[in-house]
């Protein structure tokens, strides 16, 4: 079986290293290489093609939100997962418009990351559960529509 190739980057080692023992657990997936920012994540990108970034929203010297813009435009077949403690409607929506593939909450169920490498690797889109949830009543307020989005 072919794994599926993970580029970690994030600013913080404790995050990344924690982030690394995760997904060492699923078989599918290895790790290639760790970024502690945006532009390295580029350079690392060009080096050793992964086919997924977790990338960290909230980064140094080039901004999660930047890399995937670059990396959407420079490397378009490696899919981006956004790793994020903020869920609010904008930096989902500027994420997804950069080019992200997905945006998993960095307080997430464990077993989220590997439904997230899942997802976009079979070419969808993911978005925890939470942050699903948000932007679903975002819009139904903007639409005026007052209904609960789990009511029929």
Known sequence: MK???VLLADDHGLVRAGFRSLLEKIPSVE?????RDG?????????HRPDVVLMDIAMPSLNGLEAVARASKEF???RVIILSMHTNEEYVVQALRAGASGYVIKD?????????IQAVTSGG???SPRISKA?????????????SPSSD
């Open 76 to 78: 378009s077949s490696t």
């Open 31 to 35: 790790v290639v290489a760790e970024a």
């Open 135 to 147: 932007m679903i009543e975002a819009y139904l307020d903007r639409t005026g529509d007052k209904r």
């Open 3 to 5: 794994k599926t190739r």
């Open 125 to 127: 889109t993911y978005l």
């Open 108 to 116: 997430a169920a464990v077993a989220e990351l590997g439904l997230a």
């Open 39 to 47: 532009r390295e994540a580029l350079a690392l990108l060009k080096t």
